[in-house]
């Protein structure tokens, strides 16, 4: 299980919390935050983006693939359901996307090639993703 806790005192910085690490989250100037660290959507990708590459490199590592190293970019953005066909429309038209492209450093064959590719889109928060999450959500007032 993962744990993140965050809290927010004054301003608009968010401190985060999970085991033995801490770093924060904030909103851009002209989206009324301070800039101090990246947004929630930025946070959201680099978790994809880590979990991609780390996936990678631990099934390079068990198959005994040479794997010089991954690059990944991820841009998110909401676009009108007719520019994405096959995408599930929200009420107000719109889809919330997530463009990946990753480049995966080193020689390979064909098959590797192939199977990398795969993996690429199977590390555990990709699918988490792909396939929605169930939030169970609960307020408290002190």
């Not at 401190?15 to 959201?44: H, I, K, M, Q």
């Not at 979990?51 to 190293?69: M, Q, W």
């Not at 990946?100 to 990398?116: C, K, W």
């Not at 993703?129 to 007032?141: H, K, M, R, Y």
Request: charged fraction near 25%; aromatic fraction near 6%.
């Amino acid at each position: 299980m993962a744990v993140v806790r965050g809290e927010l005192r004054s301003g608009t910085q968010v401190t985060l919390r999970a085991r033995d690490f801490t770093w924060s989250g904030d909103e851009p100037v002209a989206a009324g935050g301070s800039d101090t660290g990246p947004t929630p959507y930025e946070l959201l990708l680099g978790s994809l983006a880590s979990c991609i590459a780390v996936t990678l490199r631990f099934y390079a590592d068990h198959k005994g693939i040479a794997l010089n190293g991954v690059d990944v970019r991820l841009e998110f953005d909401r676009v009108h359901a007719e520019d994405c066909r096959g995408c599930e429309e929200r009420a107000d038209g719109l889809i919330e996307r997530i463009r990946s492209h990753v480049t995966i450093h080193g020689s390979f064959d064909e098959a590797q090639r192939e199977r990398l590719g795969q993996v690429a889109q199977r590390c555990p928060v990709h699918k988490t993703l792909a396939a929605g999450v169930t939030l169970v959500d609960a307020v408290e007032f002190v």
